[in-house]
């Protein structure tokens, strides 16, 4: 088989300090089938062993696994082991040749009677991601009139890269796009939200994606960013182009999403896609251990 094969090892771990007597969680760990993305192999395990498990296909097409405790435990670990098959996108790139970025927000944009397109619902605000006239402003030096939208998005994504600074621990989970701007620092959650922000704000669709880096990086090839744990980058739409009309890039990383990163989920924003939510009774304050090796399989 062509491609770069990939196996995935993500283990989470929660630790309590004192007894949950009960809970009920969302987790999101089964990566995408797409076409650039084949898997060919998962397993996962959860301890203790849920008391209930079951799973669903989301409105965004990720599929989500439900489990709940009803016996008392003072941790919890979740592991997720995955290969996939990866092929690549992008050999035969030409971003000036996709259409102009205005053709692309009017195609989008509701008329009475015109046709619906299902990317447009990734052209709104969303829970942590407000449309703003300076995400607007700032988004309109990489669009100049008439510019083809993927090299404007391209653009757009050198700029943050150069403009924000990858800062562990700056932001938190929730801290909405707005904010990430004006600091001008975070990390892959943040410079993700703060590019859908100023996409969306002209008009375009962009979606969140969640998953994975490479850590271990062709030779030659230097670490990327944010390798050593769960990643962000964002899906920008563009009718008529290959990778079924959605193209990935890393701002983080200032790349193309490629054969280096692996889809987990894919969502307006993170709220869509953490990787574990829910509700517990009990468990006092508790500490998080994440581990995560993508390497070639």
């Given at each position: 088989?062509?491609?770069?094969?990939l196996?995935?090892?993500?283990?989470?771990?929660?630790?309590?300090?004192t007894?949950v007597?009960?809970?009920?969680?969302?987790?999101?760990?089964r990566?995408?089938?797409?076409?650039?993305?084949?898997?060919?192999?998962?397993?996962?395990?959860?301890?203790?062993?849920?008391?209930?498990?079951?799973?669903?296909?989301?409105?965004f097409?990720?599929?989500?696994?439900?489990?709940?405790?009803?016996?008392?435990?003072?941790?919890?670990?979740?592991?997720?082991v995955?290969?996939?098959?990866?092929?690549?996108?992008?050999?035969?790139?030409?971003?000036?040749?996709?259409?102009?970025w205005?053709?692309?927000?009017?195609?989008?944009?509701?008329?009475?009677?015109g046709?619906f397109?299902?990317?447009?619902e990734?052209?709104?605000?969303?829970?942590n991601?407000?449309l703003?006239?300076?995400?607007?402003?700032?988004?309109?030096?990489s669009?100049?009139?008439?510019?083809?939208?993927l090299a404007?998005?391209?653009?757009?994504?050198?700029?943050?890269?150069?403009?924000?600074?990858?800062r562990?621990?700056?932001?938190?989970?929730?801290?909405p796009?707005?904010?990430?701007?004006e600091?001008r620092?975070?990390?892959?959650?943040?410079?993700a939200?703060?590019?859908?922000?100023?996409l969306?704000?002209?008009?375009?669709a962009?979606?969140y994606?969640?998953?994975?880096?490479?850590?271990?990086?062709?030779?030659?090839a230097?670490?990327?960013?944010?390798?050593?744990?769960?990643?962000a980058w964002?899906?920008l739409?563009?009718?008529?182009?290959?990778?079924?009309g959605?193209?990935?890039l890393d701002p983080?990383?200032?790349?193309l999403a490629?054969?280096?990163?692996?889809?987990?989920?894919?969502g307006r924003?993170?709220?869509d896609?953490?990787?574990?939510?829910?509700?517990?009774?009990?468990?006092?304050?508790?500490?998080?251990?994440?581990?995560v090796?993508v390497?070639?399989?």
């Amino acid at each position: 088989m062509s491609g770069t094969r990939l196996a995935v090892t993500h283990r989470t771990t929660y630790r309590y300090s004192t007894l949950v007597e009960t809970a009920q969680h969302l987790a999101t760990i089964r990566p995408l089938d797409l076409p650039w993305q084949r898997v060919l192999a998962h397993r996962e395990s959860i301890e203790p062993s849920p008391s209930y498990q079951t799973s669903r296909r989301d409105a965004f097409g990720n599929e989500v696994l439900y489990f709940s405790f009803d016996a008392p435990h003072d941790y919890l670990q979740m592991t997720s082991v995955t290969s996939v098959l990866l092929s690549p996108r992008y050999a035969s790139l030409d971003a000036d040749d996709t259409p102009a970025w205005e053709d692309v927000a009017r195609l989008l944009r509701y008329t009475a009677g015109g046709a619906f397109h299902a990317e447009s619902e990734f052209c709104f605000a969303s829970p942590n991601i407000d449309l703003l006239p300076e995400l607007r402003a700032y988004a309109l030096e990489s669009f100049a009139p008439g510019a083809p939208v993927l090299a404007g998005a391209i653009d757009l994504m050198h700029r943050i890269h150069a403009d924000f600074a990858y800062r562990p621990s700056a932001t938190a989970f929730d801290t909405p796009a707005a904010r990430a701007f004006e600091l001008r620092h975070g990390v892959c959650q943040d410079f993700a939200q703060v590019m859908i922000g100023c996409l969306r704000s002209i008009g375009l669709a962009a979606r969140y994606v969640s998953g994975y880096l490479r850590n271990d990086p062709p030779a030659g090839a230097s670490p990327m960013i944010g390798a050593d744990a769960s990643h962000a980058w964002v899906s920008l739409y563009v009718p008529a182009a290959s990778s079924a009309g959605w193209f990935d890039l890393d701002p983080t990383n200032d790349v193309l999403a490629d054969q280096g990163h692996v889809t987990l989920a894919i969502g307006r924003d993170y709220s869509d896609v953490s990787l574990l939510r829910g509700v517990i009774l009990g468990g006092g304050a508790h500490r998080m251990e994440v581990a995560v090796r993508v390497e070639a399989d």
